[in-house]
DNA sequence: TCGATTTATTGAAACGTTTCAATACAATAG
DNA sequence: CTATTGTATTGAAACGTTTCAATAAATCGA
């Protein structure tokens, strides 16, 4: 920015009015008389002044910017949170601000550092960590914390009911027949993650003839499904913690070749993105009503009178290819 | 935000120095005796300070963060493009914030202007219409600009050369035989889409055997290319503007069933996105080197002393199975 | 015509930082 | 012991808005 913008000050001079005058044509146009109005609007074009939104937030005290911090921006399924969290900020003249911390607490932590500097109305976040120790520091602070995919009684939250959701997708495979089942995803310090296998277990521990191993991967992304390759050959059935995991999952079945989904494999996601009904084989998945929650998580921010509130949505089984008997 | 917020000054106040030195111990450390430090620090934690940014940039003059305005944050080109602006701008102690602007003209202009007010670093765009006025207006106030995606002799930009890539699918569709060519996407007056159509005309005006038509679409969404249903039967090979678009056409063949990829119907995309290779078949596409892409937009907004600098990727084809005689 | 009321305009004060010239203090050299 | 240099600390000024009490101008009623 050339370090001369033209101010207020300068506007009002321009027009012949006084300062006051041209803050009032900015905030309260019905204030002042409709050629006054135009003398200045004329001086702002001619001067293309852009109002200072660090002085304008200095004293005025409020932002009009939420922020939103994602594990991962690549995960479609928080691009479509984002997109219904916009959907509704916008409707009350909010804008979001979307920031990613590609699972790395320290980034986690810097960006909701640079949002509490900046005195945003609100955060929302989806934690990557257990400890949400720094975010009640936050809190305490004053700044608005809804937590989006996850659930405490220290904040106000929208989550989806990931035991449930494990709970569904395995007893789904099960019901298909399948007996030796795999729980794929990590790192299992991940909140959903964890829940989504505590579900996967109740189901299994309903029938004694089925087994469930765990295999962590580092993270949820294609690449780390892809990476596993041959190690679910020895399944019938996998079960992985987000869709991201199950396409690569299926990417290398596809390469390996003599894993033939749905008949020597059932696999299912999680999330329902728009891919996994475009998958190489169609992917079952779980689905959680992701614009929703992002809208959700803003009204509840917006609302958020002292009390915290936690929504939380019920998760549903889409079937398709990847899961046909 | 809680109204009282405690200031630098409460932080003097409760270390026992003047307000100057509380600023030198965040800005300066090393100008401060250590003794000094540790208290000021002290005082820091226990009132809970939290630097007010507004204040500091009012008086500073300058942002430490960068405006990233896309027009689809669903499309994992965007998202990539994002990822590779952030981890450049990280290097250098920036933050990306990303904006969203689903198309519309409207809200890519009050993006902008809230970037403007806050008086980013600068701002890289993919601007969505044909009018860059307004771009420019901004670059005449002195704020940073960048376009990505998007070529123009009055801004710096990074883009990639659409007509060769348009050319390049084209090219290797009649090379797989196909006479009867649709060209999907739109809307045409959308830059990158109609330069890949340029490209397209131009290899089918090599051959005058082949015919090719145009289909507009909307948008670039998977619904889109989904909505086409029956549409592409008519046709023996598909250009599709890009791969949601794709996607979304690979969906309606299999759910009508009677036309098979690629025996029927060739299909390329344009992006080469993480789900391109994970499709029900896996699909050819033009890769474009979206990290980069992002990185060196950064780099050059960063770098720009006045003169404004074109960088122009090539695109590079990619086969799959879409694609295979 | 005059006071009362409404409407429009004014400009000083305040917001919380950073900056920087001034000052205080400590260490060193001659 | 003084002069010089260097190091730490100080606090007023400035950044560009919004706010608000005060004033000016216009309108109205009788």
Redesign the interface.
């Known amino acids: ?3 001369n ?1 033209p101010s207020i000050q300068d506007v009002a001079a321009r027009a012949g009015v006084a300062l006051g005058t041209v803050s009032n044509v900015l905030n309260n146009p019905d204030l002042v008389s409709e050629k006054t109005r135009a003398k200045v609007q004329k001086a702002i074009m001619e001067l ?1 002044f ?9 004293r005025a ?3 009009r ?1 939420i922020g939103l911090i994602v594990p991962d ?2 995960n ?1 399924f928080y ?2 949170v ?2 219904g969290a ?1 959907d509704a900020a ?1 409707e009350q003249n909010l ?1 979001v ?4 911390t ?1 699972d790395e607490l320290e ?1 986690e932590q ?2 909701l ?2 949002f ?4 945003v109305r609100g955060v929302l976040v989806s934690p990557t960590g257990d400890n949400l120790e720094y975010l009640k ?1 936050a809190q ?4 608005g914390i809804v937590l989006v995919d996850r659930k405490s009684s220290d904040f106000s939250s929208v989550s989806v009911d990931d035991v449930a959701g494990g709970y569904l997708a395995t007893k789904h495979l099960i019901e298909c027949g399948r007996k030796h089942i795999a729980f794929v995803g990590g790192p299992l310090t991940v909140h959903q993650i964890a829940d989504r296998l505590a579900g996967a277990k109740k189901a299994v521990a309903e029938h004694n003839d089925v087994t469930l191993e765990v295999v962590e991967t580092k993270n949820l992304s ?1 690449q780390s499904g892809r990476a596993l390759g041959k190690l679910v050959e020895k399944f019938d059935g996998v079960f992985a913690a987000n869709d991201l995991v199950a ?2 999952i ?2 290398a079945c ?1 390469v390996d070749g003599h894993v033939s989904i749905p008949r020597d494999l059932s696999l299912i996601g999680y999330d329902d993105i ?2 996994a ?6 992917l079952t998945s779980v689905r959680q009503p992701s614009a929703e929650i992002g809208k959700a998580a803003i009204e509840l921010l917006i609302s958020n009178h002292g009390k915290s509130k936690n929504i939380e949505f019920q998760p549903e089984l889409v079937v398709r290819s990847s899961t046909l008997r």
Chains 1, 2 share one sequence.
Do not use: W
Not at 50 to 58: E, G, K, S, T, W
Not at 116 to 119: G, L, M, S
Not at 277 to 282: E, L, M, N, S
């Open positions: 920015m050339s370090n913008a293309g852009v109002r200072n939104d660090a002085a304008r937030q200095l005290g409020s932002s910017s921006v690549r479609p691009t479509d984002a997109r916009e916008n804008s601000l979307l920031a990613n590609d980034r810097a960006m550092s640079l509490e500097e900046q005195r520091q305490k602070r004053g700044t294609v396409i690569g299926m990417q596809v728009d891919f009904a475009a998958a190489i084989v169609p």
